[in-house]
């Protein structure tokens, strides 16, 4: 389903529980773009009133941690040889995912331990696969949620914001817009990862 004419359906049908769901899905293993449900939801908020922003963020970041649960557990229980297996079957091609995206959420994981889970939220290619490192590493349910929430809650503040803006002046342009801010928007959460990875880094360079 291309983006543009599911932001047109979203604009008809967008409510709290869908929101929720929509989010759910974004954050589990079916690939599912987070850019083309909170920001027309922020937008109906900023122009019919009909959603309140607020709102909108607490229920796009429940989902967002409930999809994410589905992938920690579903690791925690799994296990790597299984988690693999999945990733390199049909299926897993299906859901965009292989054993090269696992490899890179897992090293992210490592080299960055718990606070991974809330810059990964952040970082495309990694936000939606981050939490099965977290389970096969069996973080702490607790941390992982409050990392996770956290982290999505971050990143759907900044789609409400988006939304939001477009919605104040540039009525009727939505579709547009999204697709413009977005691409923008990914190049910006690539710097700030490569930025926390280099903070890191020096930081360990340093304790040596």
Not at 90 to 104: N, S
Not at 140 to 146: D, G, N
Not at 185 to 194: C, D, E, I, S, T
Request: net charge neutral; glycine share 8%.
């Amino acid at each position: 389903m291309q983006s543009i004419p599911f932001i047109a359906w979203c604009l008809e049908h967008l409510n709290y529980w869908v929101i929720t769901l929509l989010m759910a899905i974004e954050s589990s293993f079916i690939p599912f773009p987070s850019e083309v449900v909170v920001p027309p939801a922020a937008y109906m908020a900023a122009t019919t009133g009909e959603l309140n922003v607020f709102l909108v963020v607490l229920c796009a970041t429940a989902g967002a941690c409930i999809g994410a649960l589905v992938n920690y557990f579903l690791a925690l229980y799994l296990g790597r040889p299984l988690v693999y297996r999945f990733a390199e079957s049909r299926l897993g091609h299906v859901c965009l995912i292989d054993a090269e995206k696992v490899q890179k959420a897992e090293r992210y994981f490592d080299e960055h331990g718990a606070v991974g889970t809330f810059f990964g939220r952040l970082v495309p290619a990694v936000r939606q696969l981050i939490s099965i490192p977290a389970g096969l590493s069996r973080m702490s349910l607790s941390r992982f949620l409050l990392y996770t929430t956290l982290g999505a809650g971050l990143w759907n503040s900044i789609l409400a914001a988006m939304g939001w803006y477009i919605g104040h002046n540039y009525s009727g342009q939505l579709e547009e817009k999204v697709a413009q801010y977005s691409g923008e928007l990914k190049v910006a959460m690539l710097v700030l990862g490569a930025a926390v990875v280099l903070y890191l880094a020096y930081q360990g360079l340093k304790k040596k």
